[in-house]
C-alpha cells in the first residue's frame, strides 16, 4: 500500500466492510476495480441504496462536513479502491473558493436527500412522523425537547412526504397521549414514551396484517 500525492490503495475482500452508518469519516474513495454495495439501516432492517461499480467515488459527504457517515459500505466482489483522506482532498479544493463553495452546496442538498429517502421507506406513515420527531432529540436526552419545529407543519412535510392535514391529524394523536405539546414549536414532553408509542404503533399494524 503505497502513500501517494493524494492518495493510496487499499484492496477489499468480497463481504468486507469498508465503515459503517454512524461512523466518523475521514477518507473518500474511488473504486479503481470492483464493486461496493451502500446500504442504509431503516427501522429493523437494511436497505440496499446502490451498487456501485468502477471509477465510482463515494464516502465524499462525511469528508467534507464532518457528520457521520449516513451509510454502509460493503464489498459485493474483491474490490480495490483508491482512498484519499479529508487532509489531502481538503488542500486541494481549498486552493479555489469557487470550487470550495459549489462542494460544500452540493454535499448539503445531498445530506438533505439522504435524510429525505430513509423517512420516504417507512411505509407506516405515523412511524415515519413520529422517527422524525425522533431524530430532533439527541442521544441520551430523557428530558423535555424544543424540536424547533413549527406545528404548521411545512418543514416536516417536506422531509417526511406527509401532507399538513396528516401531521396535524398525527400530532393531535400524539398530544392526546401528553407526548407532545404544540406551541410556537413541537415540544417533545417525553422521550421515552415517544419510543414507546412507536413500538405501540408497530406492534398494532403487525396485528392488523
Known sequence: ???????YERILKAGETLFREGEEGNEMYLIKSGKVRIVKGMEDMEKLLAVLGDGAFFGEMAVLDREPRSASAIAETDTELIIVDRDAFLR???????????????????????DMLKYYSIPNEGIRLIYYLGDQIREGEEKEVDTGLSPEGK????????SIEKIKKYLRD????DIVEQKDTIIIKSPKKLKKYEEYIALREEFQK
Open 155 to 162: 418543514e416536516i412535510g417536506d422531509m417526511t412526504g406527509l
Open 1 to 7: 500500500m503505497a502513500k501517494e500525492d493524494i492518495g
Open 92 to 114: 486541494s479544493i481549498n486552493e479555489n473558493p469557487f470550487i470550495k463553495y459549489i462542494i460544500g452546496t452540493l454535499t448539503e442538498r445531498l445530506r438533505k436527500t439522504d
Open 174 to 177: 400524539l398530544e392526546k397521549f
